[in-house]
Each structure stands twice: as C-alpha cells, then as structure tokens.
T-cell receptor, first 113, second 114 residues
Framework: AQSVTQLGSHVSVSEGALVLLRCNYS??????LFWYVQYPNQGLQLLLK??????LVKGINGFEAEFKKSETSFHLTKPSAHMSDAAEYFC???????????FGGGTRVLVKP | DSGVTQTPKHLITATGQRVTLRCSPR?????VYWYQQSLDQGLQFLIQ???????AKGNILERFSAQQFPDLHSELNLSSLELGDSALYFC?????????????FGPGTRLTVT
C-alpha cells in the first residue's frame, strides 16, 4: 500500500525566510503527487500537482515542488515566507491506477514576524 | 471557494445515534469522494462514487454507508455513532475518475459525538 511521510509535524519560519516542507512517498511506480494547504476551519486547497510532466512544478502563492524519483521525494518550497502562509500543509499521492488520495500526516507552518 | 458545498457545517449528536452528511459537487463533476480527518488517524479516504456508482472503497466502517443520487449529490450516513467517530468529514469532487483529475474539497462537516 502507498504511504506518505512528512518530516516534521510543525515548522516555524521567520517572515521572509525560506519555507521547506519535506515529503517522501513509497511506491514502486512513480505516482501522481499533490500538495494541499488547509487554513484554519477551512477545507483543503490544491497548491500544486505532479503528473509525470516537468519534475519542477510551480503552484499558487509562490510555492513550488520538485519530484525526485531517485529519492522518492516531493519537497515543497517557497523562497520567502509570508504571514499568510501560516497553515497546515499536506502531501498526497495517487497511483495511476487508483482513485483515492493517500495523505501524509501534515505539517503545520508557523510564520514569525 | 471550491464550488463543493457540504451541509451541515457542524453536527453535535450522542453516541448510538445516526446522522447524514450531505455533499453537492462542483457543477459538471461526476466523481465524489469522502474523507475523514481526525487527530489520531489523520486524513483518510473513505469511499468514492462516480456517476452514481461506487468506484472505490477505503477504510470505511460497516456502520458507515454512502450513496450518490441522480443529481450527483452524495450523502454519507453514519450510524451507531461512537465517540471515536468525532472528526471532520470532507467531501471532494472531480470531473472524472482518472488519477490526473484534480479533487476539489468542500469546507467539511465537523461531527462531534458526545
């Protein structure tokens, strides 16, 4: 079965600093990969997705992620954190032959002024 | 706003009771997915419907059931509720059921079982 590991359940960054959220997946076949963001008391919003095209994927709000097959990773980055980036971020995988999303445990980002 | 609506937003009920959660997908979307988000289990896939038919099943308890109606809205029925069923229940929809089709999430229904 697919699994997704997000390193660090909480990350604290200063405003203007780099945001780096780590995601590793387990799959023998490269899956489709997603990053979602969840703001307090809201649903999940898609940030970006990898579907076997370019390995560097750009998303909304200045986020991007790089798919590295050799490392089975799909880390999310943003060069300069903004206060509005404070939220919980989820990495998810979806197999080419499947329908469900399998989520990681989530990483809560705190942005300090 | 994702275009996916869920009602009610909050639900408080007692153990042993039965509740129904409702989801309306985005206009034109044929697939509906249900997910449960709890502190101990995280976000888990429950079940998927595509154009009225069950397409995939995840970690859904036998006490839970769902259906998708001809107008494509979906309902998740939870019965014989236990304290551990307290969670946020999300509905998502996508245009089809291919793996590349994005899933758009609703705001969720927060269920509290007392």
């Amino acid at each position: 079965a697919q699994s997704v590991t997000q390193l660090g359940s909480h990350v604290s960054v200063s405003e203007g600093a780099l945001v780096l959220l780590r995601c590793n997946y387990s799959s023998s076949v490269p899956p489709y990969l997603f990053w979602y963001v969840q703001y307090p008391n809201q649903g999940l919003q898609l940030l970006l997705k990898y579907t076997s095209a370019a390995t560097l994927v750009k998303g909304i709000n200045g986020f991007e992620a790089e798919f590295k097959k050799s490392e089975t990773s799909f880390h999310l980055t943003k060069p300069s954190a903004h206060m509005s980036d404070a939220a919980e971020y989820f990495c998810a995988v979806r197999e080419a032959a499947g329908n469900k999303l399998t989520f990681g445990g989530g990483t809560r980002v705190l942005v300090k002024p | 706003d994702s275009g996916v609506t869920q009602t009610p937003k909050h639900l408080i009920t007692a153990t042993g009771q039965r509740v129904t959660l409702r989801c309306s997908p985005r206009s034109g979307d044929l697939s509906v997915y249900w997910y449960q988000q709890s502190l101990d289990q995280g976000l888990q896939f429950l079940i998927q419907y595509y154009n009225g038919e069950e397409r995939a099943k995840g970690n859904i308890l036998e006490r839970f059931s769902a259906q998708q109606f001809p107008d494509l809205h979906s309902e998740l029925n939870l019965s014989s509720l236990e304290l551990g069923d307290s969670a946020l229940y999300f509905c998502a929809s996508s245009v089809g059921d291919l793996a590349t089709h994005e899933q758009y999430f609703g705001p969720g229904t927060r269920l509290t079982v007392t």
